[in-house]
Structures are given as C-alpha cells and as structure tokens.
C-alpha cells in the first residue's frame, strides 16, 4: 500500500503561481505512474498532469498545458506540480494518486480508474 499527502495549497490571485506537493510513504517501488487530478463541486474529477518514475513521459491536461509542469525529486517520494498563471477556473481540490499501469510515450493519459491510491487532497482557490 502506498500513503500519498498532499500539500501546498491556499489561495492566490489570478495570474499567481502555487506549487503542490505529494509525499509518497509505504511500497513506493510498487507503482509506475503518478498523476495530479482536480475536482470542482458538481464535476467530474479532471486529469491534471502524470509521469513515470524516469521522468521522461509527462502528459498533461489540455486545459494546464504550458501552465502547469509536473517534477520529482531526486529520491523519488516526492512529486511536484508547479502551477502558474492561475485562473479562477483552476479552483478545485487537487489530488495525487498512484497507477502500476506504464504511461506509453506519445499515448494517452491512464484511465482515471488506473488509479489505486489516493491522497486526501489539497485545496486551490484562485481570487479575481
């Protein structure tokens, strides 16, 4: 079992920058793909951001992409996702999970149901 927290969220401005944090603990040599999902009140969970542990596969939601950039550190147990350029539409809950599943260069995004673990969250509320 992977434990994945979730940190770094808070309110900015439009046009501010935030970096989130998740710090992986537990069988973390069991998973491949990490990725960054959002949800809003009344929508559906949203793909933010994933990579693979190499570092080198790092699809990214239409919606983030050129905003946001997804990072680990050099140990590995921790995954960052930089966000800049704020929009009061990327008001949401974040949160970080974990897949077994391999992302495929120039593939698809895992399917959101690829996803075994979760953290618990983060909020982002971004002021016009």
């Known amino acids: 079992q992977v434990q994945l927290v979730e940190s770094g969220g808070g309110l900015v401005q439009v046009g501010g920058s935030l970096r989130l944090s998740c710090a992986a603990s537990?069988?973390?040599?069991?998973?491949?793909?990490l990725g960054w999902f959002r949800q809003s009140p009344g929508k559906e969970r949203e793909f933010v951001a994933a990579?693979?542990?190499?570092?080198?596969?790092?699809p990214y939601g239409n919606s983030v992409q050129g905003r946001f950039k997804i990072s680990r550190n050099s140990a590995k147990d921790t995954v960052y996702l930089q966000m800049n350029d704020l929009k009061p539409e990327d008001t949401a809950l974040y949160y970080c999970?974990?897949?077994?599943?391999?992302?495929?260069?120039?593939?698809?995004?895992?399917?959101?149901?690829?996803?075994?673990?979760w953290g618990q969250g983060t909020q982002v509320t971004v002021s016009s």
């Open positions: 999970a974990t897949s077994t599943v391999f992302l495929q260069r120039g593939g698809q995004p895992l399917n959101i149901r690829d996803y075994a673990s």
């Open positions: 537990g069988r973390t040599l069991d998973f491949n793909t």
């Open positions: 990579m693979n542990w190499r570092g080198d596969i790092k």
